[in-house]
């Protein structure tokens, strides 16, 4: 396990709950105390990964990944690392190309699900990169949490994640405005809920709706026409 990240950390208690071998390094020495006191053994460098066939990464950005990658690869060559770094499609897929060429196998990996429900079966980890890889470390990666393969494109996690993630916090900042919106009329928060969470019910078909045209790039407007 390569790095203690806030998300870092919760994966890590997974997979010690699932009763998996797991050593740890962090980037910042000393946040690995609560691992080792559940089980977890500690790692002076990120070279040590060399005795590990799996190797989860989960640091905060691409700049981050390829720092800890860059100094990993000597001790990576016939490892297999997941890359749970929160990156681009497109830094997903240099990322592949360099560990390719180093003779290093590597998934990406998007965690569709808060720090409180990791590795719990409500929460979603997809995974992108070659099938068969996918297929040999699927039974480790399902302490995750619930674990889909999106496809052999690299950077199809990373696209998955941003896709969602834009859905989500669009609609995250949407609800703040409204509730700032209801205020300036006197209409509490606790008032305007029930209705809101009426409307989320609304949501399940307008999303299935609108993926359906947006594949079929057919937008008739057919129910509000003015």
């Known amino acids: 396990m390569l790095d203690l990240s806030p998300m870092g950390r919760p994966l890590a208690r997974a997979l010690l709950a699932a009763g998996h071998p797991v050593t740890v390094w962090n980037r910042t020495p000393g946040r ?17 990964v060399a005795d590990a066939s799996l190797v989860l990464l989960c640091v905060r950005d691409q700049h981050a990944a390829r720092a800890v990658l860059d100094t990993a690869w000597p ?12 990156i681009a499609p ?32 409500e929460g979603t980890v997809l995974f992108s990169g070659g099938p068969k890889l996918f297929a040999a470390h699927e039974e480790t990666l399902r302490s995750l949490g619930a674990v889909r393969h999106v496809g052999t494109d690299p950077g199809l996690a990373s696209a998955f ?7 989500f916090w669009t609609t995250v900042h949407d609800w703040v405005h409204a509730l700032a919106l209801a205020r300036a009329e006197g209409v509490s928060g606790a008032e ?14 307008l999303i299935e709706s609108f993926a359906q045209r947006a594949d079929d790039r057919h937008h008739p407007g057919d129910r509000s026409t003015a």
């Open 75 to 86: 001790a990576l060559p016939g490892r297999t690392v997941v890359n749970a770094a929160s």
């Open 32 to 48: 690995d105390g609560e691992r080792l006191a559940r089980g977890a053994w500690s790692a002076g460098t990120a070279a040590a």
């Open 192 to 205: 305007l809920a029930p209705y809101a969470q009426g409307l989320l019910r609304s949501l399940p078909a």
């Open 161 to 167: 994640d941003a896709a969602l993630l834009d859905l």
């Open 90 to 121: 497109d830094d997903a897929r240099a990322n592949a190309a360099a560990a390719e060429a180093r003779g290093v196998r590597l998934l990406d990996a998007a965690l569709l699900t808060p720090t409180p429900i990791t590795g719990c079966p």
